[in-house]
């Protein structure tokens, strides 16, 4: 009852270069590698099925370490700004939205970023009403850190003048205290909170969408955390348990538990995922600060281009340091979102006064400003750092403003990350960037914009394309603890391959992006074929 895959390069990634020419996968797992020749003699009585890989490359399979995959289905589905380029084109698709929608409906849209508009304009709530003045609309940011939102929004949320900015939040304000119609971080809640809740059918749609479309990209699985969006956890997970139902769709989802719900999630759905073959619960989720786009990324000292603010933290340093505990109470790991060098500072606070308990290690997500004193507590930790190359393509070189020519030598600092020893995981934090692996290893390579022909963004800090691989598999599967299961090609791993029509060692420059997923496999199963399905 085995099997036997040939007909291409399997990278083991075990080391460099390293390939063989087939693989012999049996109940899930691979039993040999080597040369078609060896295992057809060796396993001759075993092998019921041969598999062609139609002369591609395989790799150990890809798996995004840090996205928000139900948010991801949205984006698929809902009205998305991400590539809109001018104000006027904005408004042009917002207009088009409110022409077909129903009366109540709210106009809900996201990705948009005034960076990438001539005039960077940002609208005022004066100008949504124009465009829809009988709707209720809401507009996130591509950094899902702020949002828009149109007077009827307003309206239902019961925001005024009077209204004071929640903690960890800010409304933005006219002169004479009137709300703009921006919120940013923790106020965007004020607005969210009166969103009606989205229909079981619609959790089930979007994060079918979201998994097709991740296996179509080469993507085997993903750290995603998703399960404190959507009204109670009990939803999304219903979603997962469906969509992944291990028959039509194979996948490796690690879900990430954000702190409000891991109380409740603990209690209720432990036991029910604890021998589930594709769907896993994993670190308490916590927000430390903002984003850089909108500079509510925590810094320990004040942006270069705003020097009245170093920005936004989300929880006061005692209240954070409670939730490590909580998480250690309940024997789990943290995996806290960091942006900027005050936010690391925080975590690692809390992290060296409550230790981490049991097996999976804590992460940092984003580590995108450092100071070279944290990168010296850090290794003392058991630290898992998720980072997110296409940020580099995305936030320079706007980005440099924000932080100013000191800041920058440990900014987006990959390379230097991995030279100190860090395990370093790759992901897309989609639906912020990408979720197309090969859009981060193209980051994570050339540091530049897939437009762009330079020599990188910081170049030094570039990764070899063995690195910037290894970020999408064994980093990924170290995040978890589970490197001796998944991460690379070898006897007694997962039957879990990435098989692309072209040889990514041999792409150079923005070719990288054009290595074609072929056939992704999942668990010694074929989950998408090109040209089939
Ligand atoms: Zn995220």
């Not at 075990?14 to 049996?26: G, H, I, P, S």
């Not at 590539?83 to 022409?99: G, I, P, Q, T, Y």
């Not at 690690?254 to 604890?274: G, I, R």
């Not at 933290?313 to 954070?320: G, K, P, Q, R």
Request: charged share 25%; with cysteine; glycine share 8%.
């Amino acid at each position: 009852m085995a099997t036997l895959w040939y007909d291409g390069t399997f990278y083991t990634m075990k080391e460099e270069d390293e390939k063989v020419e087939a693989v012999l996968t049996k109940d899930g797992v691979i039993k040999a590698i080597g040369n078609v020749t060896d295992i057809e003699r060796n396993f001759e009585r075993e092998i019921t099925k041969k598999i062609s890989i139609n002369g591609g490359y395989a790799y150990p399979g890809f798996v995004d370490s840090h996205l928000h995959m139900i948010g991801h289905g949205e984006r698929l589905i809902r009205l998305d700004l991400s590539e809109v380029n001018s104000a006027l084109k904005m408004k042009d698709l917002l207009l088009e939205k409110v022409n077909e929608a129903e009366a109540g409906d709210w106009i809900i849209g996201e990705g948009w970023n005034e960076n990438n508009f001539s005039d960077r304009k940002i609208f005022h709530f004066t100008e949504l009403d124009e465009i829809a003045p009988n709707h209720p609309m809401l507009l996130k940011r591509v950094c899902r850190h702020a949002l828009l939102a149109n007077s009827k929004a307003m309206e239902l949320a019961d925001v005024k003048v009077e209204t004071p900015d929640p903690q960890g939040g800010v409304i933005v304000r006219d002169t004479d205290g009137q709300p703009t119609g921006y919120f940013l971080d923790e106020a965007q809640e004020l607005i969210k909170q009166v969103v009606p809740e989205d229909s079981k059918h619609y959790l089930h749609k979007a994060l079918s969408k979201s998994v097709d479309d991740m296996l179509k990209l080469g993507l085997v699985g993903g750290h995603t955390e998703d399960l404190s969006y959507y009204g109670s956890p009990d939803r999304p997970l219903q979603a997962f348990e469906e969509v992944i139902d291990g028959n039509k769709r194979k996948f490796r989802a690690h879900l990430l538990v954000h702190h409000q719900v891991a109380k409740t999630v603990e209690e209720e759905h432990t036991s029910k995922f604890k021998d589930h073959p594709y769907i896993e619960l994993g670190a308490v989720k916590i927000f430390a600060d903002g984003a850089l786009g909108g500079r509510t990324a925590l810094l320990s000292a004040p942006y270069n281009d705003a020097p009245d603010t170093t920005g936004v933290a989300i929880h006061s340093e005692e209240e954070f340091g409670e939730i490590v505990q909580f998480a250690r109470s309940i024997k789990k790991p943290v995996a806290i979102h960091t942006i900027g060098d005050l936010a690391v500072e925080y975590a690692l606070n809390a992290l060296e006064k409550y230790p981490l308990i049991g097996e999976l290690p804590d992460r940092l997500i984003h580590v995108q400003v450092l100071r070279p004193e944290l990168v010296e507590r850090m290794k003392k930790l058991p630290l898992i750092l998720d980072i997110q190359p296409s940020f580099v393509a995305t936030d320079f070189p706007w980005v440099e403003e924000r932080l100013g020519y000191e800041r920058l030598s440990l900014a987006f600092a990959w390379k230097s990350l991995l030279d100190n020893g860090f395990v370093c995981a790759g992901g897309s934090d989609a639906p912020i960037e990408s979720v197309n692996p090969l859009v981060g290893i193209h980051a994570a390579v050339t540091r530049r914009k897939l437009t762009e022909d330079h020599e990188g963004y910081l170049p030094n800090q570039k990764l070899s394309m063995f690195e910037a691989i290894q970020l999408y598999t064994s980093g990924s599967a170290a995040a978890i603890n589970k490197q001796d299961k998944y991460g690379i090609i070898s006897e007694g791993y997962a039957a879990d391959f990435t098989i692309l029509e072209k040889d990514l060692f041999s792409l150079k420059g923005n070719n990288i992006i054009e290595a074609n997923p072929i056939m992704t496999v999942v668990d010694e199963t074929i989950m998408y074929e090109k040209g089939k399905g």
